[in-house]
């Protein structure tokens, strides 16, 4: 089986690091794992809801000298490495600006009924709107929101979802207390598949691993047919993964990932 995976599709808070700030420990022996994995020749991707500039931040954060070979961001974006600068990202393909005008074409046609349900949240719960920020004229549109419990983002998505009907493009990808507004028809999933065409690499030649709702896209068993989730994970991520046939591991975070590839390349 090891011969046939050519890219390593992983998310990074949760299943690299602990997920939500304080100290985020890389486990070392995840790095000489995949140190020796791309030697080998497999190409090694993060996928993350972060942003570019976030990623690079929380990178540094965790004192690594090592870089993947792509970062695929904010739940959508394919980016390759820049060749000037190392820790710097620049678009792979003409991706990225497909999802942009999409996401600019649908946020101009959801901004009424996003402005109404949003005082609908407002009023309904403790949630904290997101919002996009323009350098020139301070925020715009609403990019996401937060909220004070899981329990309250279940009320939240529950809501988003009974107005699909009224606009079916607009989606969220959801990470704990953590949403943000998005077009259905791109996530973590999209991405990756993305990469792989790219690459020329087929899904069957595909490992992905996360731990939470954003990541269900790429663990499905369609983009990438090798998953697998560490202990951590919520149970609808287990469940999806076991659907799919993939490993869902007994130990945490990035000591999670060291079992499910070692397996895979035992």
């Not at 809501?159 to 009907?165: F, H």
């Not at 969220?172 to 973590?188: A, E, G, T």
């Not at 609808?236 to 590839?261: C, I, M, P």
Request: with cysteine.
């Amino acid at each position: 089986m090891a011969a046939d995976i050519k890219l390593i599709s992983t998310d990074f808070d949760g299943t690299l690091v602990p997920a939500f700030g304080g100290p985020a420990p890389f486990s070392d022996e995840l790095i000489e794992l995949l140190t020796e994995l791309r030697r080998r020749g497999v190409r090694w991707a993060v996928n993350t809801g972060r942003s570019p500039g976030l990623l690079k931040d929380a990178w540094e954060h965790c004192g690594l000298n090592f870089h993947p070979d792509f970062a695929l961001t904010s739940e959508r974006d394919v980016y390759r490495p820049c060749d000037q600068r190392v820790g710097e990202w620049v678009d792979y393909g003409d991706w990225n600006q497909q999802t942009l005008a999409a996401h600019r074409e649908l946020f101009t046609a959801a901004q009424p009924l996003l402005l109404e349900a949003i005082e609908v949240i407002k009023s309904r719960s403790r949630a904290r709107i997101l919002y996009n920020f323009d350098h020139v004229n301070g925020p715009s549109e609403p990019a996401g929101l937060m909220t004070k419990t899981d329990v309250e983002m279940d009320w939240v998505v529950d809501y988003i979802d009974s107005l699909k009907a009224q606009l079916p493009k607009l989606h969220y990808q959801r990470n704990s207390i953590y949403l943000r507004f998005c077009h259905v028809d791109y996530d973590k999933g999209t991405a990756l598949a993305e990469l792989g065409r790219l690459l020329n690499i087929p899904s069957e030649s595909i490992f992905a691993a996360g731990d939470h709702y954003n990541d269900l896209p790429m663990l499905d068993g369609r983009a990438a047919r090798h998953v697998a989730c560490p202990a951590n994970a919520i149970p609808a991520v287990k469940q999806t993964v076991r659907g799919a046939g993939g490993h869902v591991s007994a130990a945490e975070d990035g000591y999670g990932l060291v079992d499910a590839l070692k397996r895979l390349f035992a």
